[in-house]
């Protein structure tokens, strides 16, 4: 998500502004664990009256992340000045956006500050909850290659709106391309980096991991090495032989251990029972 400066209709401290004076809101952006993607935020903030909107529960802390490659964007509120966050390995590839924000925790009928600058001074403006207070950093972060190297599925979005079908690619590049209608990509996009993330896995990557385990078969089988020699088979077989399962050796006709349902439920590490845990957390 990039920032714009912009004209807005009441003041907001950032960097790129001059609505307050002797005042300041910046982030110090760090890992924590690399191994775990667990990273560190610590809010500096210097305005005591946004402070006191916080110490009220009135504002709160708030980082944005969002992955351009996967489509992952998730928002992280906190009212302490440090926060750690784990993030979703299987959803970050070759980078991360992070953008950190101080907003409005509910309805702030005559927001003022003692600090505005002179434009401003003794002024009271209404507040929506959402509305952002402040802008701090606003960074990129490279991820290392070991989750690159596991991020081997794409999401695209067509633009034929009228076919609700979900579409597979795996010849054409060193990525298997799920291909879904705008409208469909863009539910998928929004809940499937939230809390229906399990569910989302069991819809669309479940499946289409059988017909890839499926083309796998019949490209081993044939020896075709315009698909063996592929970046997403290659990763495949390598689980597979980590696993001591020959892609020969799957079977598509029936239930047991070796048949393609249970291999694409065990990459996936059972993304079905996680589902019906997010289900039963939803409900409850």
């Not at 993607?37 to 708030?62: C, P, S, V, W």
């Not at 979703?88 to 980078?95: D, M, R, S, T």
């Not at 590490?269 to 997010?278: G, V």
Request: hydrophobic share 40%; aromatic share 10%.
């Amino acid at each position: 998500m990039k920032i714009k400066q912009r004209m807005n209709s009441y003041p907001i401290l950032s960097e790129i502004s001059d609505d307050y004076i002797n005042s300041s809101f910046t982030t110090d952006i760090a890992w924590y664990d690399i191994e775990k993607t667990k990273m560190r935020f610590n809010f500096n903030l210097d305005n005591k009256a946004i402070q006191n909107l916080i110490k009220n529960g009135e504002a709160h802390y708030l980082v944005h992340m969002e992955c351009p490659t996967t489509s992952f964007r998730q928002a992280y509120q906190s009212v302490r000045d440090e926060i750690i966050i784990e993030l979703p390995q299987q959803n970050l590839n070759e980078k991360i956006e992070i953008n950190t924000f101080i907003v409005a925790a509910k309805e702030i009928k005559e927001y003022t500050n003692p600090l505005f600058n002179m434009d401003f001074k003794d002024m009271k403006f209404y507040l929506s909850r959402g509305n952002i207070l402040a802008i701090g950093n606003a960074v990129e972060i490279p991820i290392e290659n070991k989750y690159n190297e596991n991020s081997i599925i794409r999401i695209t979005k067509r633009n034929d709106d009228s076919l609700d079908a979900l579409r597979v690619d795996t010849s054409k590049s060193e990525y298997i391309i799920i291909s879904l209608p705008g409208r469909l990509r863009d539910l998928y996009c929004n809940l499937g980096s939230g809390q229906f993330e399990n569910i989302c896995m069991s819809i669309i990557i479940l499946p289409v991991m059988m017909v890839v385990l499926k083309r796998m078969q019949g490209a081993a089988n044939d020896d075709d090495s315009s698909v063996t020699e592929l970046h997403w088979y290659k990763v495949i077989e390598s689980w597979l032989d980590n696993q001591g399962i020959d892609v020969k050796d799957i079977d598509f006709d029936s239930e047991g251990e070796n048949s393609a349902l249970a291999i694409a439920q065990i990459i996936f590490e059972n993304p079905i029972k996680k589902a019906f845990e997010e289900l039963k957390k939803i409900n409850s």
